[in-house]
């Protein structure tokens, strides 16, 4: 978060997301949302655009290469062409 910028309440944040019914039964908050937020610090959620079949492995790897992250980046896949990215510091992350 950059200096001066409001910390909005992880609740907020999912509400102005604007979900349909069927995809809200998919988000589950059980643990303490202090604890999320810290844990999802510097993470972000990229979608794969293609129809097409493709190694998550060889995009895992082009995207570590194209980025030349400082730090280590996880990679999550989350559905088909959905995967979260974990980093560990923010200038990666920006």
């Known amino acids: 978060m950059a200096r001066g910028e409001k910390k909005i ?14 995809e809200e039964e998919d988000i589950v908050l059980e643990e ?9 610090r510097w993470m972000a959620l990229a979608r794969v655009c293609t129809t097409k079949t493709f190694s998550h492995g060889g995009l895992f790897g082009d995207m570590r290469s194209a980025w030349n ?20 510091c923010l200038a990666d992350w920006e």
């Open 9 to 22: 309440p992880l609740d907020e944040l999912v509400t102005s997301l604007h979900l349909r019914e069927d």
């Open 32 to 40: 303490d949302p202090v604890e999320l937020a810290a844990d999802a």
């Open 69 to 88: 992250p400082a730090k280590e980046v996880q990679f999550r896949p989350i559905q088909d062409n959905l995967f979260s990215v974990q980093f560990n």
